[in-house]
């Protein structure tokens, strides 16, 4: 039977007609193809640099171009923002803060992040073993529930570790809630995880990638990284849950990076956006879970002021970006930034150099090899223009640093999980902290002179270089948009 369709087939294929018209029809399709694509794409509001990155691909490879923008080339969904819109966290009623009158704190609540929130004490965690003693207290000590949301769990001897002391917590009868990215974590979210589940806790994947749940569902990517005890204190941060970024002893080659424990009212509003991520995942109703939460907001548990900001698809504005650019163009004297990854838009990049031109003392911090090659080519050539303008740029020498970090004027810090990168910026479902108090701003600063002391100027360029070198870097920075 098989070699009698076999034959059929190789017949119908051998016939002048179809032999001559399937070429023409093919082309044909691939033209329609890209067409509507192109429709679709100039009708949607990306960087130009997107823009025109996807033009490129599907111009002139369609068959591969056109695939993979309907696969990966979403960027804010509508029906997904429609859907998250009504999910998104309400701050309680709250007095205005003297920080809420800041050009900053109204960009970002004119893009959909809360107001800044006072009566918070915040302590920053510089070192994985710190970070990984606080998470595990904090679950030991649990009396009600424990909610957390990664990007990644490492199936290593710290996600095993985790795992374990979820489970035994969800056998005490704590509610455990694990958030998992379906991409980040698609080793580790299956099997790894089964004795949690079995334990009685709930392990949710965000946006499954096999089959896709929706279109771009396989490019928008949850990189949140937030722990909520009790919906009473939170943590927040770069930090991954696998042995690269935390663990209880010391590691040689442990990432740095950087994260911030948080007690008071903005563990309530951080508690907020987990439950919308959460509700969107599993499919559970929000009303029921707000049940959940205490009558009261999280109790005063000091004197900062903090504003959170979740930025991503869900989200109509794009309140980090906007948030970021506030900061950078009302700069007066200083601009430092940690980043692994540094991909501006044309804009930020623009506004930098601008205040590197007028005497702004910038300072951009990455790692002199990050895990990822071809962003380290991409980010040559903004590197050195900014370097040209006056900006010193360093290079983070003992291993990689993961921190995300911008502080202005030693004054205003902004923390979180979102790289300097067109896909944190605008792809990636990200969360951010804002700080206007002077304490915060006196610990980042001393954090960030420490990374200055470990990090080397990035040397010049040498006199005739490669042209392999030059169009590697040329052909990087062109994908950047598609990173």
């Not at 051998?14 to 329609?32: E, I, K, S, Y």
């Not at 509610?175 to 079995?198: I, T």
């Not at 919906?231 to 696998?242: E, F, I």
Request: charged fraction near 20%; charge should be positive.
């Amino acid at each position: 039977m098989m070699a009698s369709l076999h034959q059929a087939y190789d017949a119908l294929m051998a016939h002048p007609v179809v032999n001559g018209l399937l070429p023409h029809l093919l082309t044909v399709a691939g033209f329609l193809l890209a067409f509507f694509a192109i429709a679709r794409l100039m009708s949607q509001r990306k960087q130009p640099g997107n823009t025109f990155a996807w033009l490129l691909a599907i111009a002139f490879i369609p068959y591969v171009g056109v695939p993979l923008y309907l696969l990966i080339g979403g960027r804010k969904l509508r029906a997904l923002a429609a859907r998250k819109a009504r999910l998104c966290p309400v701050v309680s009623a709250q007095p205005p803060t003297p920080a809420a009158a800041t050009a900053t704190a109204k960009v970002l609540m004119l893009n959909g992040a809360s107001p800044p929130i006072g009566g918070n004490r915040v302590h920053f965690l510089a070192t994985g073993e710190e970070a990984f003693a606080r998470l595990e207290q904090g679950i030991r000590e649990a009396k009600h529930t424990i909610h957390i949301m990664t990007f990644i769990l490492g199936r290593d001897a710290v996600g095993q570790r985790i795992i374990k002391l979820l489970a035994q917590r969800a056998r005490e009868g704590v509610k455990v809630r694990l958030l998992l990215d379906a991409l980040g974590c698609f080793m580790s979210s299956g099997r790894f995880c089964d004795p949690l589940r079995e334990a009685g806790g709930e392990v949710v994947k965000f946006m499954p990638v096999m089959p896709l749940q929706t279109r771009g569902s396989a490019n928008l990517r949850n990189h949140r990284k937030i722990v909520i005890i009790d919906h009473q204190v939170a943590a927040l941060g770069g930090r991954n849950l696998a042995i690269e970024y935390m663990g209880p002893t010391l590691l040689r080659r442990r990432w740095r990076d950087f994260g911030a424990f948080v007690e008071g009212p903005a563990a309530g509003v951080l508690n907020e956006i987990f439950l919308a991520d959460w509700a969107f995942a599993s499919g559970q109703s929000l009303p029921t879970l707000q049940q959940e939460l205490p009558a009261d907001i999280p109790a005063t548990a000091g004197d900062s002021e903090v504003q959170v900001a979740a930025s991503g698809p869900d989200v109509e504005g794009e309140p980090l970006y906007e948030g970021i650019l506030a900061l950078v163009q009302q700069a007066e004297h200083s601009i430092w930034i940690s980043t692994p990854y540094f991909i501006p838009d044309e804009v930020l990049f623009r506004s930098l150099l601008i205040q590197a031109r007028a005497g702004i003392d910038v300072r951009i911090v990455v790692p002199a090899r990050s895990n990822h090659p071809i962003t380290d080519l991409a980010r040559r050539h903004y590197l050195r223009e900014l370097r040209t303008a006056g900006a010193k740029i360093l290079l983070y020498g003992p291993g990689m640093s993961h921190a995300k970090m911008l502080l202005v004027d030693e004054h205003t810090g902004l923390m979180g999980s979102a790289n300097m990168d067109l896909r944190s910026l605008f792809v990636n479902f990200e969360v951010g902290m804002v700080t206007y108090s002077p304490r915060e701003a006196k610990a980042m600063s001393q954090w960030m002179h420490e990374v200055f002391a470990q990090s080397k100027p990035m040397p010049a360029p040498r006199e005739g270089r490669r042209i392999v070198t030059t169009i590697g870097e040329e052909i990087a920075r062109l994908l950047a948009p598609l990173l």
